[in-house]
């Protein structure tokens, strides 16, 4: 059974970083797309950035191209995402998330992955 418990979540001001961690159980064997998501209040849940369990292909959402970077550790069966720069527009819950193959970075829904954690919240004030 797959699980994902992130954490590393935390109150930034703008400006500042945050490293976002998601442990994984995840079957070594297995080809899994792997992303964070966010969802703010009020607003759909949306994919922040995408990566392979077997690539070093990322999909990064244009909204934090160039300040958010995601990677992963495949022996410590982890998943990071290092945010930088942050801005009030971040402050969401983040979620860590994962699919079985055959998968896609960029689901044309949040809810076609199949795995999920709880969520971390992370909050920027300006």
């Known amino acids: 059974q797959v699980q994902l418990v992130e954490s590393g979540g935390g109150s930034v001001q703008a400006g500042g970083s945050l490293r976002l961690s998601c442990a994984a159980s995840?079957?070594?064997?297995?080809?899994?797309?792997m992303g964070w998501f966010r969802q703010a209040p009020g607003k759909e849940r949306e994919v922040v950035a995408g990566?392979?369990?077997?690539?070093?292909?990322?999909y990064y959402a244009d909204s934090v191209k160039g300040r958010f970077t995601i990677s992963r550790d495949n022996a410590k069966n982890t998943l990071y995402l290092q945010m930088n720069s942050l801005k009030f527009e971040d402050t969401a819950m983040y979620y860590c998330?994962?699919?079985?193959?055959?998968?896609?970075?960029?689901?044309?829904?949040?809810?076609?992955?199949?795995?999920w954690g709880q969520g971390t919240q992370v909050t920027v004030s300006s």
């Open positions: 990566i392979y369990t077997y690539s070093v292909n990322t």
């Open positions: 998330a994962a699919d079985d193959p055959p998968c896609t970075l960029v689901p044309s829904s949040p809810l076609d992955y199949n795995y």
């Open positions: 995840l079957n070594r064997y297995r080809r899994y797309c």
